[in-house]
């Protein structure tokens, strides 16, 4: 069974930094679409950066210059680094992983990790 997890969340104060990780188990083809989304408390899940087989990047503005997303050389675990964090940054992060399985693509979310930036 395919299981996408992530991990590194924690509570850090404004300016600290965090390491995110998501890992995929039980399949090696998930990297086709590699991306973290976050969700805080009432509100909807946002995209928060991706990044593509070919190694193409993309952040969303509030996180720009801040965050650097990358993988590992066999693609399968992402990685999101996360620097100057604010308090607006707390949410639960989610990565998502578009994987090909028996002949189709696949979209898997993890369970979340919860990052937590105190003032």
């Known amino acids: 069974q395919v299981q996408v997890v992530e991990s590194g969340g924690g509570s850090v104060q404004t300016g600290g930094s965090l390491r995110l990780s998501c890992a995929v188990s039980?399949?090696?083809?998930?990297?086709?679409?590699m991306s973290w989304y976050r969700q805080a408390p009432g509100k909807e899940r946002d995209f928060v950066s991706s990044?593509?087989?070919?190694?193409?990047?993309s952040y969303a503005d509030s996180v720009k210059g801040r965050f650097t997303i990358s993988h590992d050389n066999a693609k399968i675990t992402v990685y999101l680094q996360m620097n100057s964090l604010k308090p607006e940054d707390t949410a639960m992060y989610f990565c998502?992983?578009?994987?090909?399985?028996?002949?189709?693509?696949?979209?898997?979310w993890g369970q979340g990790t919860q990052v937590t930036v105190s003032s």
């Open positions: 998502k992983r578009k994987c090909w399985m028996s002949g189709t693509y696949v979209t898997l």
């Open positions: 990044i593509d087989i070919g190694g193409s990047t």
């Open positions: 039980g399949n090696s083809y998930c990297m086709y679409d």
